[in-house]
């Protein structure tokens, strides 16, 4: 079953008085589970792409459904408790909310569910476990490395049990070694979790870990690239 | 809920600086709300007590005929238009169940004279009866030298301001009659002069009216020197006399003028149109023939009539009401009852017959009020800079926290609880410094004898007053600096989409 159904998507971004296309006319398909990477060079229109999907840009026209849904009509509310519920995110920057540890951190979408405090702690426990932070948890997000923080974004993007993860660049900001730990990491939720990943990278050395890869060149879907 | 909280929390602590500033502010801000509405609360409670409770009572009846309400402190000491109907008024007045106390008073200017000095003097005259003065208003001053007059006695009364005023024109230092120098007492330039120093138990005055009656001079015997309890610079024009001389100063009908009034029956004597007047003064004749008869049948001797002073003219009557009246329903009950008697006078409340004294304390109240919402609006306008600030400063994470499924309210709510936060941590501290303060500021003693501040300290000395409705006023007050500061930075901060954190990478 498919979890994302594209077709036709374009994107504009207004700069100034002329139309920048970042998309334009993308036709896509997911399926549940799939480890997928969208790979091209920058300004391509990856970041756009994903950002479509996560409910985090809107388009300008096309179909976009996630998990059978179509999200382009939907209000501010209802697009809010789809990224809640059915999508996990994982930032080229990491993006922790600084105040909290690292526990916290990764309770903190269960929370916005109003998850009993209970149940998210015992949830985010398992998921820190499950990402190697467990002697961790009471540390802020300023007091860990790079890779340690995108382990904690990651824990984070499937403490909720989403649909899917998508990762923007989830490697761009460390070094090759901490990168490809976080890139088994994600595989492995992948297999672990069932659930479906798809980030972005322009990394050549990434693409080994996709199951599936899809080229993107000026705003279109280049081909669909044989699976690694 | 605990969540936002929490995050409220340990952002005032990581964002230090941000926090004190805008601590700092709700904490001054709370402050001087605090102690501006304990200044506000001890004013209205010094105007209660020290005006409306021990000088004028809160409402006063005055004459149809007055064109200005204002009666105390009219301008150019214009006369006050006579009461004549006391006796009637005093029967509607008893018969109101709101109202406690009521005295009928004589006020006016009287010039003070002294036949050494080239210019008068003037102060104003309060006359009453004045064991029912006393009633009326018990405590709001002290004889400091002499005694208080005896029921009946006449004599005047004469505040220590007065008294030194009285000194200005004519250099004459009074006492009371017996008393002797109270080198405490005595006015500074008094003082260096001792060994010269000119002094008189009573005063000359003249009454001044603008009416037809004239006015006559009556030397009082000055009983006492007094000593307002509050605002003495104020009251201390006003000099406290028996109404009986009152009256006899001003030229009014005296208690004992009524007394000798005329019987109708020889007011027949009186008539003495077309009588034959030449054979009255060409003969030893002392009636004219017309009424030779009418006189034998009438007895000479004098009538008996009512001789109270009541019977005589007043210029106001001061009325205190009852506790928990509803203040405009009684003065409007009052009027509607004072017309129904046709009684030729009317009731206003106490602000308007004090004249400038009532609208200053008005004036003063708005301006305080006017300087806590200013108050109010400068630290909403600081704390709504900063908040929205730091609320574009934080973008990223908030636009993460959107990304993640944070809605717009719940990035609302944290703004709010860390606004909300700094207020009750800063903002409460505020208000117990304030209560502090209000508490601390009555026992330093701070003293004025300028009429204006005396007004705004509500007494002669500095007394701000907060009760708990005062407290929870500027609980209420801080609450709305918080919503009101919060509002829109929650809005700027609502208004972040993950797009602008992702965009911002």
């Given at each position: 079953m498919n979890i994302i159904e594209i077709n036709g998507l374009t994107k504009d971004y207004p700069l100034g008085a002329t139309i920048v296309p970042a998309l334009r006319g993308v036709d896509l398909t997911v399926a549940e589970g799939d480890f997928m990477s969208i790979i091209g060079p920058s300004g391509s229109g990856k970041t756009t792409l994903l950002n479509v999907i996560g409910c985090i840009d809107f388009a300008t026209s096309g179909s976009v459904k996630v998990g059978g849904r179509e999200i382009t009509a939907l209000n501010d509310r209802q697009i809010t408790d789809i990224r809640l519920n059915k999508i996990g995110f994982i930032f080229q920057t990491f993006n922790l909310i600084p105040v909290l540890n690292i526990l916290e951190n990764i309770e903190f979408p269960l929370l916005l569910m109003k998850k009993s405090a209970a149940e998210a702690r015992k949830r985010a426990e398992k998921l820190v476990d499950e990402v190697g932070l467990k002697d961790l948890v009471a540390h802020r997000p300023a007091e860990l490395s790079g890779g340690q923080r995108q382990r904690v974004a990651i824990a984070r993007a499937l403490v909720t049990n989403p649909d899917m993860v998508l990762a923007d660049?989830?490697?761009?900001?460390?070094?090759s070694v901490t990168g490809a730990s976080i890139l088994e990491l994600m595989r492995r939720m992948n297999e672990l979790e069932k659930t479906t990943f798809i980030f972005s990278t322009h990394d050549a050395n990434v693409l080994k870990y996709a199951r599936r890869i899809v080229k993107i060149k000026d705003g279109l879907i280049d081909k669909e690239p044989v699976p690694a | 809920m605990k969540l936002i909280f929490t995050i409220a929390w340990r952002n005032i602590l990581r964002h230090k600086g941000k926090s004190l500033v805008i601590g700092v502010i709700l904490f001054t801000g709370a402050f001087l709300m605090t102690l501006g509405n304990g200044v506000i609360t001890g004013m209205a409670a010094g105007v209660e007590k020290?005006?409306?409770?021990?000088?004028?009572?809160?409402i006063v009846l005055i004459s149809d005929a007055q064109k200005s309400d204002n009666i105390l402190l009219p301008i150019m000491g214009a006369s006050i238009e006579p009461v004549t109907s006391y006796k009637q008024i005093k029967s509607i007045l008893a018969a109101?169940?709101?109202?406690k106390h009521f005295l009928p008073v004589g006020k006016n200017l009287a010039m003070l004279l002294d036949e050494s000095a080239s210019a008068p003097g003037f102060a104003y005259l309060i006359g009453a009866d004045l064991g029912e003065y006393r009633k009326m208003f018990p405590d709001n001053f002290k004889v400091i030298e002499g005694t208080y007059p005896a029921v009946g006695e006449r004599a005047i009364l004469i505040p220590t301001f007065a008294r030194n005023e009285f000194y200005n024109y004519f250099n004459i230092w009074f006492l009371p009659a017996g008393g002797t120098l109270v080198a405490k007492n005595l006015k500074k330039e008094a003082l260096e002069n001792i060994r010269t120093l000119v002094v008189s138990t009573s005063v000359v005055m003249m009454g001044m009216t603008s009416g037809i009656n004239s006015t006559n001079d009556i030397r009082f015997q000055v009983k006492g020197i007094i000593e307002y309890g509050a605002l003495n610079q104020i009251f201390g024009h006003f000099c406290i006399v028996d109404i009986e001389s009152y009256r006899e100063c001003l030229g009014y009908f005296t208690a004992a003028d009524m007394a000798a009034q005329v019987p109708k029956e020889e007011k027949k004597l009186l008539g003495m149109e077309g009588a034959d007047l030449d054979s009255l003064f060409g003969?030893?004749?002392?009636?004219?023939a017309e009424h030779k008869a009418a006189v034998k049948k009438i007895s000479l001797a004098p009538k008996t009539v009512a001789k109270t002073a009541e019977d005589g003219v007043y210029n106001a009557v001061f009325v205190k009401l009852r506790e928990g009246t509803e203040y405009k329903d009684a003065l409007a009950g009052l009027n509607k009852a004072l017309s129904e008697g046709k009684t030729g006078v009317k009731a206003v409340p106490w602000n308007k017959a004090s004249g400038p004294i009532g609208s200053m304390a008005l004036i003063i109240k708005a301006a305080l009020f006017l300087f806590v919402t200013l108050l109010f609006c400068v630290a909403v306008i600081i704390i709504v800079n900063t908040l929205t600030m730091a609320a574009l400063e934080r973008t990223s994470e908030i636009g993460m926290m959107r990304a993640v499924g944070a809605r717009k309210t719940f990035i609302a709510g944290m703004f709010l609880g860390e606004t909300a936060v700094l207020s009750a941590v800063f903002g409460g501290c505020g208000i117990i410094t304030g209560i502090i303060a209000v508490r601390v500021i009555p026992l330093l003693k701070i003293t004025t004898t300028n009429d204006i501040l005396q007004l705004l300290y509500g007494g002669d000395y500095f007394h701000p007053l907060l009760s708990l409705s005062g407290i929870a006023l500027t609980a209420l007050q801080l609450l709305a600096v918080t919503i009101a500061a919060a509002v829109y930075p929650m809005r700027v901060a609502g208004e972040i989409t993950p797009l602008d954190a992702v965009t911002r990478d």
């Open positions: 660049e989830p490697t761009a900001n460390l070094d | 020290n005006i409306i409770n021990g000088f004028m009572g809160d109101q169940p709101y109202v003969s030893e004749e002392l009636v004219v």
